[in-house]
């Protein structure tokens, strides 16, 4: 009989022991909390590393503390380095593990049927009108069905040891490391298999600027993952997801800058006197309503489900969006050609 857990559940912090408090104890109540040992990874922690060290040992947890603060992948690897388990979990600091949880993300490893999964979100912990957006955004464009896929979600992610050490672990890049990863798996022949009872609560972005600064992360990152990592290997899995259909985000990001461009254009043409100011206008309007329509779907399952208001309401965040896209996209291409 084995002496040590089949289940490594490996958690990286950083600078936020309230937030681990209420992560640790939601695992601390998982059914096959027995199984499991729980390692926390303290990304160096400037001021409240003793905090995060003190909220680990509360609840059992193996603490390591990083010399350096080199990002969550590296945290994670750390962690995967440390554990003693077959089976190798992944969940964020910032996360709340539902009841049930550890059983249905790792149960299709332990059958045999994959060798690795992922899923998405449960809901918010706090719920608010960013932090519920962040939701219904991504439960609109995950899977409602089980389905093999290159999206991997590293802060609810389950995997075989020997699968993700062959693999070489997480990237060290500090944002899309998880997105990387999922591609190297699926060109392996080793998709991740999405699961989507699988959800966990999640802290999200509480503020307007700190949403938008993780999203031009996530799409800077995102483009420059595509553009510097090998393409020989076989043809990748679809993601399965509505994440990254690429027409659509392009659509939305053309649309919504000539929308901005022709308003900035109408306006200097109104103070200017010039007769076309309103031809410029109308055309910024149509540009606006074709980013709508580019969004239509989503919109309507926000209708669907929260009121016509609350989705109207979200029509401005989605063009702040768009154009954080395109700073990202120009961005990643300008540093793709001067490097």
């Known amino acids: 009989m084995k002496s040590f857990p089949g289940i490594s559940i490996i958690v990286p912090a950083y600078n936020n022991p309230v937030e681990l408090d209420l992560c640790l104890h939601s695992l601390e109540e998982s059914e096959l909390r027995h199984q499991s040992e729980i390692i926390v990874i303290d990304d160096c922690s400037p001021g409240e590393g003793r905090a995060i060290e003190e909220t680990a040992k509360k609840y059992k947890a193996g603490f390591y503390r990083q010399a ?20 190798l979990v992944f969940i964020d600091s910032d996360c709340v593990a539902p009841a049930g949880w550890l059983s ?8 045999g049927s994959c060798f ?3 899923s998405c979100y449960s809901g918010p912990v706090t719920p608010g009108w960013i932090t519920i957006f962040q939701d219904e955004d991504y439960r609109y464009r995950m899977p409602s069905t089980e389905c093999d896929t290159s999206f991997v979600n590293s802060c609810n992610f389950a995997i075989d040891r020997n699968t993700f050490l062959t693999c070489g672990g997480f990237p060290e890049q500090r944002i899309s490391e998880d997105f990387v990863l999922g591609l190297m798996l699926a060109e392996r022949g080793t998709p ?15 503020t307007l600027h700190s949403y938008l600064r993780q999203r031009f992360s996530f799409a ?9 990592r090998d393409k020989s290997g076989p043809k990748e899995a679809t993601s399965g997801t509505r994440s990254f259909n ?23 043409a109104a103070v200017l006197n010039l007769d076309y100011a309103a031809a410029l ?3 910024g309007l149509a540009g606006l309503l074709l980013e709508i329509a580019v969004h239509g779907r989503f919109l309507l399952f926000l209708t669907k489900r929260m009121g016509p208001r609350r989705s109207v309401s979200y029509i401005f965040l989605l063009c702040l969006i768009d154009l954080v896209y ?6 990643a291409l300008a540093g793709a050609m001067s490097g």
């Open 104 to 111: 249905r993300l790792i149960q299709p490893i332990r059958d």
């Open 246 to 268: 690429p027409v659509r985000t392009a659509l939305g990001m053309f649309f919504c800058s000539a929308a901005l461009i022709s308003f900035i254009l109408a306006g200097a």
């Open 220 to 228: 800077f990152n995102t483009v420059r993952s595509y553009l510097v």
């Open 68 to 87: 350096e603060n080199a990002g969550p992948g590296v945290a994670r690897n750390r962690g995967a380095d440390e554990a003693r388990g077959d089976i």
């Open 192 to 206: 991740a298999r999405y699961l989507p009872d699988a959800g966990v609560r999640h802290n999200y972005y509480k």
């Open 281 to 283: 206008m109308l055309g």
């Open 116 to 118: 690795a999964t992922t």
């Open 326 to 331: 395109v700073y990202a996209v120009l961005k």
